[in-house]
């Protein structure tokens, strides 16, 4: 997969992204308008986020495009 390395991590229980719907296996693909193709450029997005905002996520799920909003807090590290 071209977005292997923007997949998400098991560890979200309870995390942000857990409540925003988003599941282990989901590709993170774009962050608000930042296109993300890997944990790196998933992490510098997420990172320039003030706590408290929600932002805008694009994944890829069982071959399909989901859209979705997750509040940003203090631990940003729901979805690596």
């Given at each position: 997969?071209?977005?292997?390395?923007?997949?998400?991590?098991?560890?979200?229980?309870?995390?942000?992204?857990?409540?925003?719907?988003?599941?282990?296996?989901?590709?993170?693909?774009?962050?608000?308008?930042?296109?993300?193709?890997?944990?790196?450029?998933?992490?510098?997005?997420?990172?320039?986020?003030?706590?408290?905002?929600?932002?805008?996520?694009?994944?890829?799920?069982?071959?399909?495009?989901y859209?979705?909003?997750?509040?940003?807090?203090?631990?940003?590290?729901?979805?690596?």
């Amino acid at each position: 997969s071209r977005w292997k390395e923007a997949n998400v991590g098991r560890e979200i229980e309870n995390s942000p992204a857990a409540k925003a719907g988003v599941l282990p296996g989901d590709v993170v693909t774009k962050l608000n308008d930042t296109a993300v193709r890997d944990a790196q450029e998933f992490a510098k997005a997420a990172g320039a986020l003030p706590v408290g905002e929600v932002a805008e996520v694009l994944l890829w799920r069982d071959a399909k495009l989901y859209r979705g909003r997750v509040k940003v807090e203090e631990e940003r590290q729901a979805l690596r």
